[in-house]
Nanobody, 124 residues
Framework: VQLQASGGGLVQAGGSLRLSCAAS????????MGWFRQAPGKEREFVAA????????WYGDLVKGRFTISRDNAKNTVYLQMNSLKPEDTAVYYC??????????????????WGQGTQVTVSS
């Protein structure tokens, strides 16, 4: 499956952005989808994940209550709605896909397919 992330940009602290990740090539609904981010000088970290049907979601501790992951299987797209953004949310955001569920800890090596990343910059 090929993934294309979009929607990043520059936003002031407290603002919102919605990221999108469009998938092509395979049956989108067969994949668990995730979002990760990587800030300069830091390791890539888990942000959110969603089950194949969208009925289950998981979030990293730093974004719980502010970010929402969703998917539209008819449009082969997963979204990340980011509210109450903080400067520390500044990072390159990546979408990822994998057909398997590995227990819900969402390590990046559990995802087989990755998009190219989209930059999110939050100014103070």
């Amino acid at each position: 499956v090929q993934l294309q992330a979009s929607g990043g940009g520059l936003v002031q602290a407290g603002g919102s952005l919605r990221l999108s990740c469009a998938a092509s090539g395979r049956t989108f609904s067969a994949y668990y989808m995730g979002w990760f981010r990587q800030a300069p000088g830091k390791e890539r970290e888990f942000v959110a994940a969603i089950s194949r049907s969208g009925s289950s979601t998981w979030y990293g501790d730093l974004v719980k209550g502010r970010f929402t992951i969703s998917r539209d299987n008819a449009k082969n797209t997963v979204y990340l709605q980011m509210n109450s953004l903080k400067p520390e949310d500044t990072a390159v955001y990546y979408c990822a896909a994998d057909p398997n569920f590995y227990g819900g800890l969402w390590y990046e090596n559990e995802f087989s397919y990755w998009g190219q990343g989209t930059q999110v910059t939050v100014s103070s």
